[in-house]
Structure formats: structure tokens, C-alpha cells
């Protein structure tokens, strides 16, 4: 089945940068999008960048201009992170959805993101 490892989450200081990857296995088959969201206590899972198969992206308006999202290669999924706020401290998910069935999704376990002040 598939499976989603989130990767390079942690501690930082408001203005650093940081690099989040997500490991894609089992999905054979094409992906008809890759996304990132996040996730704070109480919170509603918020939906941070977007990259469909056509190659297009959509990002929060809280994150556009400083996360980017790119596939490092056909299995890593990542989200590169600049300028960082301690507003962005959050759980951050990795989500994809097959081609074959958009309504139907898969979710990685999380990676924590905790910018201060």
C-alpha cells in the first residue's frame, strides 16, 4: 500500500529556512496531486502548497512568496520553506491523490515545525 514518510522537520529561529521531504512508496500509479498542509492544535488541517500533474502550483497566501514546492525526483516530494514565522510553527502532512480516483487520498504521519521568536 501506499505509504508517506514525512522528513526534516524541527526547531528554528524566525527568518531561518528549512527543507521538508516527503518518501513516496507504493503508489504505482500517477499521482493527480502532491500537496503539502498543516496542522496546529485545535486547528483545522490547513492546505499549504499544491502541485497537480499538469505541473501547476497553488500555495496559502500566508506562505506565498517564501515555500516552494517541487518534486526532488519522482518519489520525494518537498517543501522548501524561507523565511520562516513562528506563525508557521505547525504539524506539516504530506497528502497525495491518485489519478485513477481523486477522492480518494493518502496521508503521511506528520513532521513538527517550531519556529520562535
Known amino acids: 500500500q501506499v505509504q508517506l514518510v514525512e522528513s526534516g522537520g524541527g526547531t528554528v529561529q524566525a527568518g531561518d529556512s528549512l527543507r521538508l521531504s516527503c518518501q513516496i512508496s507504493g503508489a504505482f500509479f500517477s499521482l493527480n496531486s502532491q500537496s503539502w498542509y498543516r496542522q496546529t492544535p485545535g486547528e483545522e488541517r490547513e492546505l499549504v502548497a499544491r502541485l497537480s500533474d499538469r505541473g501547476t502550483t497553488k500555495y496559502a497566501d500566508s506562505v506565498k512568496g517564501r515555500f516552494t514546492i517541487f518534486k526532488d525526483d519522482a518519489q520525494t516530494l518537498v517543501l522548501q520553506m524561507s523565511n520562516l514565522k513562528p506563525e508557521d510553527s505547525a504539524v506539516y502532512y504530506c497528502?497525495?491523490?491518485?489519478?485513477?480516483?481523486?477522492?480518494?487520498?493518502?496521508w503521511g504521519q506528520g513532521t513538527q515545525v517550531t519556529v520562535s521568536s
Open positions: 497528502n497525495v491523490k491518485p489519478h485513477y480516483d481523486p477522492r480518494s487520498q493518502f
